[in-house]
Every structure is written in structure tokens, then in C-alpha cells.
């Protein structure tokens, strides 16, 4: 089966019609698409996904803007994919996103929120705690 990741695409990459240019560029770079759903973000799932930032002043904001509409939650599957994943999507902020990358050439800052598109694991680890916050029913 080799290494997966979670991805999500989030509410501002389907409103503005990206999930498959997202989607495109982690096929397009040799990886497999394993599962892929849509799904509405709850305060309990974000809170559980986001552990580490619950405490943050970010955190009511960033709740807000991931339900403010459909995610695409996908497991992302290949050797080393959980490193790859993160480098094409690229930094947290997109204004500092390298050209190249899913937040960089796709995203822009704003003046009221953090809004880059695209959530992707940090580790392994991460990625199997995530794949079963998302996919854990299945
Ligand atoms: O998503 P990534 O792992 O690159 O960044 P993070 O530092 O783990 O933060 C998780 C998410 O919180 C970011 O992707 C942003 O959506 C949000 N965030 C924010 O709204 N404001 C910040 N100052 C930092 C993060
Ligand atoms: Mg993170």
C-alpha cells in the first residue's frame, strides 16, 4: 500500500472551483488517489484535526472558514507522500508561498482571515491520526 497522507481541500478551494486542478498536481506528480470524499466540517472533528491549535487566537476564525462550506477530504498515497504532499502544496501563508506550489500559485493573503486552499499531514504519524479523524467510519 505504501505511505499515505490526509489532504483536505478547503471551503475556498471548492467555491472557487479547484478541486481538480488541487487534486491534478498530486497526480500529476506520480501519486494515487485512494479515497476521496466531500464532507461538512463539525466543531468536533476541526477541534480533534486541529488539536494542536485549539488554544490559538487563530482558532474561532479558522473553525469559521472550515465550515463555511463543502471540503474535499482525500488519502493521498505513494512512497515518501507525506513530504511530497507538503512541498507541492506549499507555506502556510500564501503570500510567502513559493511560485510553484498549490498555495502559491493559487493563493493570495486577504485582509481578514488565512485562506490557502489546502490542508496536508505533517508526518506519518499525523497522516495516520488524520486519515482515521476523516476516514475512521469507513
Ligand atoms: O496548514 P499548515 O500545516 O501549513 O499550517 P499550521 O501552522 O498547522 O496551521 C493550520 C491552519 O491554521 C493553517 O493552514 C491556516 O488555515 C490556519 N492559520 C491561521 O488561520 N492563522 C495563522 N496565523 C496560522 C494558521
Ligand atoms: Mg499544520
Redesign the pocket.
Known amino acids: 500500500m505504501g505511505e499515505q497522507t490526509l489532504i483536505l481541500v478547503?471551503p475556498d478551494g471548492v467555491q472557487r472551483g479547484l478541486i481538480g486542478e488541487i487534486l491534478r498536481r498530486f497526480e500529476a506528480k506520480g501519486y494515487t488517489v485512494q479515497a476521496l470524499k466531500t464532507v461538512r466540517a463539525t466543531d468536533e472533528l476541526l477541534a480533534r484535526h486541529?488539536a494542536?491549535?485549539v488554544e490559538?487566537?487563530?482558532?474561532p476564525?479558522?473553525a469559521e472558514?472550515?465550515k463555511s462550506g463543502i471540503i474535499v477530504a482525500a488519502i493521498i498515497a505513494g512512497d515518501r507522500v507525506v513530504q511530497a504532499v507538503?512541498t507541492l502544496?506549499g507555506?502556510?501563508?500564501p503570500t510567502e508561498a513559493a511560485p510553484g506550489t498549490i498555495?502559491g500559485d493559487l493563493g493570495r493573503s486577504w485582509e481578514n482571515?488565512?485562506?490557502?486552499l489546502?490542508?496536508?499531514s505533517?508526518s506519518p504519524q499525523a497522516a495516520r491520526r488524520e486519515i482515521s479523524i476523516w476516514f475512521g467510519d469507513e
Not at 490559538?56 to 482558532?59: I, L, S
Not at 482571515?113 to 490557502?116: D, L, P, Q, W
Open positions: 478547503k486541529y494542536e491549535h490559538k487566537p487563530f482558532y476564525g479558522m472558514y472550515m507538503r502544496c507555506a502556510t501563508d498555495r482571515g488565512v485562506f490557502n489546502v490542508h496536508s505533517d
